[in-house]
């Protein structure tokens, strides 16, 4: 019989990178961790043992819990949270069952330093138009969902990201930014290790419309397109980036789950 109280490998990975994907907490031991020091996407690590503290933090939200085999450190926490009223489930088979069916993890070496509320912090040009949504997204499906992001004048990005301890993305000499004839968001895919088909299909459109080569794939100049058009209706970058999450979200299920489909009018037959 299914369990009630855990979730499946193939379950999980179909909600990786959605919006409304569950919250993640990685509970292994600290020995586990080091050995394979890797995380599943989004996912954030906490303390087995001291669940009875930081529970409520999830509070209202949905939450996977994953050990390293789906026993009983992870069973504990996800009853734990359900004692307190979040609905929460373990990770059948745990760490190594995901690692197993080469499942997308993320290179944890390289995810920054986090703040005092557990959250990284980013900063990078004002008036984004592609690279600059592109990431915020990449992050915070991918990586840490409650990242901060901080939008500045070009020259003082710099000097923002040594007063307020936050990383500059997407400005020449720095780590995160373009490489060669690849942007940003390339970048980011390949230090964080990200091996997902869709954000390979998603990559080069993105790196198309950035870097003004839209013959490289045939979507480029309608995604284009909407970056501008985002980037005329908004005034304040932080609604453009909400606004822009949903647009990156669509492409995203599109390079999943839809680029076999196609759209026939009239259908069965001639228009009249």
Known sequence: ????????????????????????IDVRT???????????PASCRRDFKTVSTWAAEFSGRKVVVICQRGQKLSQGVAAWL????????????GFEAWAAAKAPLVNAATIPP??????????????PKVDRIACPWLIRRFVDPDAVFLFVDPAEVPLVAERFAAVPFDIEGVLWSHRGDRCTFDTMIEEFGLRVDAL????PIVRAADTARLDLVPQAAGF???????????????????????????????CRDATDETHNWPVGGKAP
């Open 224 to 254: 284009l397109a909407a970056s501008l058009g985002l980037s005329r209706m908004f005034r304040d970058d932080l609604e453009q980036l909400e606004a822009g999450m949903l647009l990156y979200d669509a492409f995203f299920r599109w």
């Open 82 to 93: 359900r004692h307190e009223d979040i609905p929460a489930e373990s990770l059948e088979g």
């Open 114 to 127: 986090r703040d005092g509320k557990g959250r990284t912090v980013w900063v990078t040009r004002s008036r």
């Open 1 to 24: 019989m299914p369990s009630t109280t855990a979730i499946t490998v193939p379950q999980f990975a179909r909600l990786v990178g959605l919006p409304d994907a569950p919250a993640l």
């Open 200 to 203: 390979d299909r998603l990559a």
């Open 30 to 40: 600290d020995e586990d961790y080091e050995a394979d020091p890797r995380l599943l």
